[in-house]
């Protein structure tokens, strides 16, 4: 590490924002079954958050650029995300869960496409490094899941709400700890491109696309996992374990992401990431009763979203220029929130329906349409910086 990368302090931020999602992905599913609702109502109570990841990048990422100030964005978003999400202590009816659910996503949104800008100008000319920072967000969601697995092994899930506050304290105070940095001009550059004159360049458009696909494609995985291996008699604590070995996977990937990317191009890592996908949903939903198929699902979370996300990343970095940075790091999650809520409202809705095997199909299927659309429309020449 060089002496002027605030390493640890941006890594605590990714360790605690992403024990979060690690106490969220696996287990607010289950709580609410835990409550007594119906598998429609989990859908859309999921769901509600990711719709937030829509409307709330967007107009943050605008605010981000417009006045420079990210971090104070950061830390506002976190104290608010805290303080709305307190609410659910005051009831537990479903209305109530759903403007909780609305409110503490509106703000937990805002924070990390502008944290990711900041992270992004601290690297610099560094940005293959930025996967080794990174991946201490994989270590919070796998120190989480493992730890309220076992915990809920032993307890009951009516503590759930109180684990999600203490984590979303901790986001609180990495962020307090974090030095702000701002994107530095560069001469090939241009600042007065616009945002839209860069989106419309060739294979932006259907990157984005195919980002909402893939996130689709995991609203089955991150919505029912759980209920699904707990149906099938899993234990809470094996379940938590196997969450775990797929983020392994994944800090394994992101370890090894600057080798990848330095000898495969981004399009090529996007394809083979959307096709390991759609392989991986219909082993999840047809053989997930056999252990070991369980344990090489979870190692291609390694692919569906260690390979994904850092190429990802990578991609919206060298198609905006720097006063876009922060528009297109937040379009890049609502396209996400667009496709995660559509996942979780359609799982929840066919889960009783059609049943485990054909919602998974239906996923397999959203990853192999976005292969095919990658595999169409974004070329190696398309690769290059802003001109």
């Given at each position: ?7 640890w302090?941006?890594?605590?931020f ?5 024990a ?6 696996p ?14 109502r ?18 943050w ?11 104070a ?33 509106f ?5 990390l ?21 990174r ?6 969601f ?15 899930l ?24 701002q ?20 294979g932006?458009?259907?990157f ?15 919505t ?49 990431s959307?096709?390991?996908a759609a ?13 070991w ?40 999650a ?21 049943g485990?095997p054909?919602t998974?199909g ?6 192999l ?19």
């Open positions: 590490m060089t002496s002027t990368l605030p390493y302090r941006l890594s605590s990714y360790l605690f924002y992403f979060l999602l690690g106490a969220t992905a287990f607010l599913a289950l709580y609410f079954d835990h409550l007594g609702f119906s598998s429609a989990i859908g859309e109570l999921v769901a509600i958050p990711m719709l937030m990841r829509c409307i709330a990048p967007n107009l990422g605008w605010l981000g650029d417009y006045t420079g100030r990210r971090l964005i950061v830390r506002i978003g976190a104290v608010c995300t805290l303080a709305s999400f307190a609410l659910i202590f005051v009831s537990k009816t479903y209305a109530w869960l759903a403007l909780v659910m609305a409110l503490h996503a703000f937990w949104h805002a924070v496409p502008q944290f990711e800008v900041i992270t992004l100008a601290h690297l610099r000319e560094q940005t293959a490094r930025y996967s080794q920072l991946l201490w967000g994989s270590i919070g796998m120190l989480t899941v493992v730890l309220m697995g076992r915990l809920f092994d032993w307890l009951s009516d503590i759930y709400p109180v684990v999600v506050v203490v984590i979303m304290a901790g986001i609180i105070v990495a962020s307090l700890w974090v030095p702000n940095a994107p530095a001009g560069h001469g090939n550059r241009l600042a007065g491109d616009g945002f839209l004159k860069q989106l419309r360049r060739p932006v458009l259907a984005y696309g195919c980002v909402a696909l893939m996130q689709l494609s995991h609203g089955p995985y991150y029912f996992l759980t209920l699904h291996l707990e149906h099938l008699g899993y234990s809470r604590g094996v379940i938590g374990l196997l969450w775990a070995l797929g983020v392994v996977a994944e800090v394994l990937m992101f370890l090894a992401m600057s080798r990848i990317l330095a000898r495969f191009s981004l399009h090529r890592v996007l394809l083979a959307f096709l390991l392989l991986r949903w219909l082993l999840l939903g047809t053989f997930a009763e056999f252990f198929v369980l344990l090489l699902s979870q190692v291609m979370h390694a692919a569906t979203f260690g390979s994904f996300h850092a190429a990802a990343i990578a991609f919206v970095q060298r198609s905006f220029g720097d006063k876009q940075q922060g528009q297109g790091q937040a379009l890049y609502a396209l996400a929130g667009i496709g995660g809520t559509l996942g979780a409202l359609y799982s929840g809705y066919s889960w009783n329906l059609l485990p054909l998974f239906i996923a397999s299927a959203a990853a349409a976005a292969a095919v659309i990658i595999g169409l429309h974004l070329h190696e020449q398309n690769q290059g910086t802003v001109p």
